[in-house]
């Protein structure tokens, strides 16, 4: 049996700050991610990686303590690879090339 599956790979460029980085599929359900935030601070090769079945999706990402929306990109039908950077006050989330 062969499954297929796709991943994305966020580089985590934060100043001291926590986020959470999920998948949506196309109905807007959560179907990977994070559900707590994590430390995404800046660290040499640091990436959170999230796998996930073969469908179309969104990648969504949030800073917590953040007064900016949470910032959503898609929809995708591919591996994707992005970036999360800045500080809890201007904080960016971009995809880039893998």
């Known amino acids: 049996m062969d499954v297929k ?9 934060m100043i001291l700050c926590r986020c959470r980085i999920w998948i949506e599929d196309s109905n807007g ?9 994590i430390d995404c601070t800046d660290y040499p090769d640091d990436y959170e990686f999230i796998y996930f079945p073969n469908q179309t999706y969104t990648v969504h990402a949030k800073v917590e303590g953040s007064f900016e929306k ?8 591919e591996n994707t690879c ?6 809890v ?10």
């Open 5 to 13: 599956a796709f991943i994305v790979a966020t580089d985590l460029d």
């Open 89 to 98: 006050d201007d904080w960016t989330f971009k995809q880039t090339s893998c």
């Open 70 to 77: 949470k910032k959503a990109r898609g929809p995708f039908n």
């Open 29 to 37: 359900h959560r179907i990977a991610g994070n559900k707590k935030y």
């Open 82 to 87: 992005f970036s999360i950077f800045g500080d």
